[in-house]
């Protein structure tokens, strides 16, 4: 978690929450343990997702567009 927002803070991307499920999903995916990937990945998902929250779906179906 801290990361995730610690890359939203250092890009100056739209800031929005994240669901909890969301962190839970982004843990689970080959890119957690590459923290430059994952900063990517939230800059990504940041952009993308059409809520004030990224979801656990928006990374369902990030993740599903990459894999």
């Given at each position: 978690?801290?990361?995730?927002?610690?890359?939203?803070?250092?890009?100056?991307?739209?800031?929005?929450?994240?669901?909890?499920?969301?962190?839970?999903?982004?843990?689970?995916?080959?890119?957690?343990?590459?923290?430059?990937?994952?900063?990517?990945v939230i800059e990504r998902l940041?952009?993308l997702s059409m809520g004030d929250?990224?979801?656990?779906?928006?990374?369902?179906?990030y993740a599903s567009q990459v894999?």
């Amino acid at each position: 978690s801290y990361f995730i927002h610690k890359a939203i803070d250092e890009n100056n991307l739209p800031h929005k929450s994240i669901s909890d499920a969301a962190i839970e999903a982004l843990e689970s995916k080959k890119w957690s343990g590459n923290i430059r990937q994952l900063q990517n990945v939230i800059e990504r998902l940041s952009i993308l997702s059409m809520g004030d929250e990224i979801s656990a779906d928006d990374v369902a179906l990030y993740a599903s567009q990459v894999e």
